[in-house]
């Protein structure tokens, strides 16, 4: 078993330029995955090499495992107290269907 560990900016040169593909990777984590928004290295990851895949149920995908001990990126102090628990939440949803995913909370 290997075992490659890459920023996530290398990782998608590498996939870009076609030296590794997906299809070889069991698992993928992604560490602080709360910046898995927007045009962040692990939203093109998962744009541009997992989600056009998932018609093709020939081919292998990596399993995802997504990490933050931040959920929110914003300060506490500066969400609106009366929704911070739906909030925390959308912010967890939006995560897990970026990375393909579900969240749990313990």
Known sequence: MDVLVFTM???YDTLLHGFLHLNEFDI????EC??????HCYNMIMEDFYFHQLNNLCVKRPRI?????????????DAINENINSE?????QKLSTNLYSKFVME
């Open 9 to 11: 900016r290398k990782f």
């Open 28 to 31: 993928m984590i992604f560490d």
């Open 34 to 39: 709360h910046h898995a928004d927007q045009q």
């Open 65 to 77: 495992l997504g990490l933050t001990a931040s959920p929110i990126k914003k300060k506490l102090s």
């Open 88 to 92: 925390i939440q959308d912010n967890l």
